[in-house]
């Protein structure tokens, strides 16, 4: 392995941050980006909020080169972890032609581009943050989450635009002029399914820099999201099994869930089917879709929300109401 001095030595690696609010979009962008990186070597970094890391799962059916950070806030509950993970990219012998940090929903992409910042072996090419056409609106009048989305719009050097094709071209109109007025000096992009150019990931010269002031921009994230987690107890619980869904009923269960939750996303086995499902529910909307190429053992599920105890029994309770006669 290289020393420290030796790695920085080298052409650094070109390093781009992916923000945006729960299920705005990140790992599709990813996914998209990994698909059409041909003969381009991207190493992906992935936080995800909660113990099971579904988005790093996804993510490895298209790439072997993941690395994973597990439980929620990159930027302020594992800081060193982040530190230790990227230094680590940079010292490898065979450095990746790109890397690619995945930021959790709830974490603040400017905060971790800082981390990468510090890094001789890193440049920062890029902070993508997706924003959800379709929710934005009602996500930044949010009083719990409003903050942090506006902090993750304000601190992109690029802002994609996700579900267009379901919000419609008006709608996206009206959300790309209000979201290019929080975020002045950031390009603003439609993606189609995560598509967008492969040039903003790639070339540094595509996404203008924040001028200045990024290493002091999103100084007091920590604190906010701090207070954020005491005030409202935004948390995550993970369920898993061994049995087989039913589709139907999963579908169902998913759409009346008895307890409000921010987010829920899973990888599930449903019964008489051999293929591998993605379950995501993002702004009440469900959405279940093959995974193809996965072959898992068992069927996971992470919520994000509020949860008393009870409203995790409740939600259990409906998953195993949705299993599969055994
Ligand atoms: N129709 C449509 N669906 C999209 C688009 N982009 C993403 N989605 C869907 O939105 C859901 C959430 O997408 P993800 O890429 O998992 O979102 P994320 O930001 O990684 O989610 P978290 O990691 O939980 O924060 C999935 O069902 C995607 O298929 C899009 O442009 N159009």
């Not at 059916?61 to 800081?79: A, F, K, Y």
């Not at 902070?127 to 056409?133: E, F, G, M, N």
């Not at 579900?163 to 002045?184: I, N, Q, S």
Request: net charge positive; glycine share 10%.
């Amino acid at each position: 392995m290289s020393t420290p001095v030796a790695a920085a030595q080298r052409a650094p690696v070109p390093m781009v941050v992916v923000g945006g609010y729960l299920g705005a979009g990140k790992t599709t962008l990813l996914n998209r980006l990994l698909e059409r990186a041909d003969g381009l070597r991207v190493a992906v970094l992935v936080n995800d909020f909660g113990e099971i890391n579904i988005d790093a799962a996804l993510i490895r059916t298209r790439s072997s080169d993941v690395l994973q950070l597990e439980n929620g806030c990159i930027c302020c509950s594992i800081g060193g972890r982040l530190a230790e993970a990227l230094a680590a990219v940079g010292a490898r012998p065979d450095r990746p032609d790109l890397l690619v940090i995945e930021a959790s929903g709830v974490s603040d992409p400017v905060r971790i581009a800082q981390v990468g910042m510090l890094d001789p072996a890193l440049q920062l090419n890029a902070i993508l943050v997706a924003v959800d056409v379709q929710d934005v609106d009602e996500q930044l009048c949010d009083p719990l989450v409003g903050d942090m989305v506006r902090r993750q719009i304000s601190g992109a050097t690029a802002l994609v635009l996700t579900k267009a094709d379901l919000a419609g071209a008006c709608a996206t109109e009206k959300v790309a002029a209000r979201v290019a007025g929080m975020a002045p000096g950031a390009v603003v992009l439609a993606a189609r399914h995560g598509e967008i150019p492969l040039a903003v990931f790639i070339d540094a010269a595509a996404s203008p820099r924040r001028p200045q002031g990024l290493l002091q921009a999103g100084g007091s994230w920590k604190s906010q999201a701090g207070n954020m987690a005491g005030m409202a107890e935004v948390g995550s619980f993970s369920y898993a099994t061994r049995r087989c869904f039913d589709r139907q009923r999963l579908r169902q269960a998913l759409r009346t869930l008895p307890v409000p939750l921010l987010r829920a996303k899973g990888i599930v086995r449903l019964g008489g089917q051999d293929s591998v499902q993605e379950v995501h529910v993002v702004g009440g909307r469900l959405r279940i879709a093959s995974l193809h190429g996965a072959r898992v053992s068992e069927s996971v599920f992470v919520f994000i929300g509020c949860f008393t105890a009870m409203g995790r029994e409740a939600i259990l309770r409906c998953l195993e109401g949705a299993l599969a006669a055994p």
